[in-house]
């Protein structure tokens, strides 16, 4: 089981950006995918869920109207939509996963999949 992102990159306050998780070895269907991030000399923080029946849950507050996440089932992945970005949105932005079978998702501990990650830099 693989989970590679992409996407990352720079761009500029007020600016957009789509990350993409593509997940290698597995079908995401039994599969809680979220998306975390790690600022520069901070924890690792959970931004939003998808479940596997496509319920979300943001466990980050500043995501909340900014932030969207979807599910490609032609292609296997799960993007993380970006807007109105803020240089505190600064990091490494990770997917991560968890087999989970609720409708809901889980609490951010329980992932155990994780990706390698990719940086985003909000900066003019």
């Known amino acids: 089981l693989q989970l590679v992102e992409s996407g990352g990159g720079l761009v500029q306050p007020g600016g957009s950006l789509r990350l993409s998780c593509g997940t290698v070895g597995f079908t995401t269907g039994y599969y809680a995918i979220a998306w975390f991030r790690q600022a520069p000399g901070k924890e690792r923080e959970g931004i939003l869920c998808?479940?596997?029946?496509?319920?979300?849950?943001y466990y980050s507050a500043s995501a909340k109207g900014r932030f969207t996440i979807s599910r490609d089932t032609v292609k296997n992945t799960v993007n993380l939509q970006m807007s109105s970005l803020r240089p505190e949105d600064t990091g490494v932005y990770y997917c991560a996963a968890t087999v989970w079978y609720e409708a809901t998702c889980p609490a951010v501990k329980e992932y155990d999949h994780w990706g390698k990650g990719t940086q985003v830099t909000v900066s003019s």
């Open positions: 998808i479940s596997r029946t496509d319920g979300r849950t």
